[in-house]
């Protein structure tokens, strides 16, 4: 396993438009999760999945941004309606239940949003 | 309330020369996880190391070393002869026991460019 993977990298909008964005974690992880980074500063918790269940949501996540992890896999972050305020670093990461305070998060590289 | 501080906005150091990162964490409970990221121009977030509320004990694992000191709630890493590969952005973060998401709270971060 390479690890987690986001996709796109980068992603450009123009305001208004809807985007989406795809996260496939390490295979035997079943937590995952999603995280919203703005230039210079730390990443901020958006939502967590454990398998296909979405347990947690932060007050970050407005009604414009839904997320789905259908099989229990990868997952999808959906942002409507984009504005310039959405522009930032997302991140996904995943980490396996097995005493699951005492493991590691793994994250991937991002997906990199600009909204103009 | 849950807090992360990293006072440290960006070090400065010339190679070979030792850096420590400093890190105050804020939590009501007892049973708590602390880690440092490393966070490299790439943008991917890459586990350094680990430690939860009930192990004070410091460690050194190569180049790296921490001090955690619950009386004083902080958590400082330190690279020894620190090398331009270093140069990057530390998060520190924390999690919290009774939070069954397990999901991290990091600080702001502090960058760390390591001169030649």
């Known amino acids: 396993d390479t690890g987690v993977s986001q996709d796109p990298r980068h992603k450009i909008t123009k305001r208004g438009q809807n985007v989406t964005f795809r996260c496939d974690p390490i295979?035997?992880?079943?937590?995952l999760y999603w995280y919203r980074q703005t230039l210079g500063q730390g990443p901020e918790f958006l939502t967590y999945?454990?398998?296909?269940?979405?347990?947690?949501k932060s007050r970050l996540l407005s009604d414009r941004f839904s997320a789905e992890r259908p099989k229990g896999s990868f997952s999808t972050l959906e942002i409507q309606r984009t504005e310039q305020g959405d522009s930032a670093m997302y991140l996904c990461?995943?980490?396996?239940?097995?005493?699951?305070?005492?493991?590691?998060?793994?994250f991937g590289q991002g997906t990199r949003l600009t909204v103009v | 309330a849950q807090k992360v501080t990293q006072a440290q906005t960006e070090i400065s150091v010339v190679e070979k020369e030792d850096v420590t990162l400093d890190c105050v964490y804020e939590?009501?409970?007892?049973?708590?996880?602390l880690f440092w990221y490393k966070q490299p121009p790439s943008g991917e977030l890459v586990f350094l190391i680990r430690?939860?509320?009930?192990?004070?004990q410091n460690e050194i694992s190569g180049r790296y070393s921490w001090n955690f000191q619950k009386s004083t709630s902080s958590f400082n890493f330190t690279i020894t002869a620190s090398q331009v590969v270093d140069s990057a952005v530390y998060f520190c973060?924390?999690?919290?026991?009774?939070?069954?998401?397990?999901?991290?709270?990091f600080g702001s971060g502090t960058r760390l460019l390591v001169r030649p």
């Open positions: 990461a995943s980490s396996s239940n097995e005493w699951a305070g005492d493991t590691e998060a793994f």
């Open positions: 295979s035997e992880h079943n937590r």
């Open positions: 999945f454990q398998n296909e269940a979405q347990l947690e």
């Open positions: 939590t009501r409970d007892t049973t708590y996880y």
């Open positions: 430690r939860n509320s009930f192990d004070e």
């Open positions: 973060a924390l999690s919290e026991g009774r939070d069954s998401s397990y999901k991290l709270i």
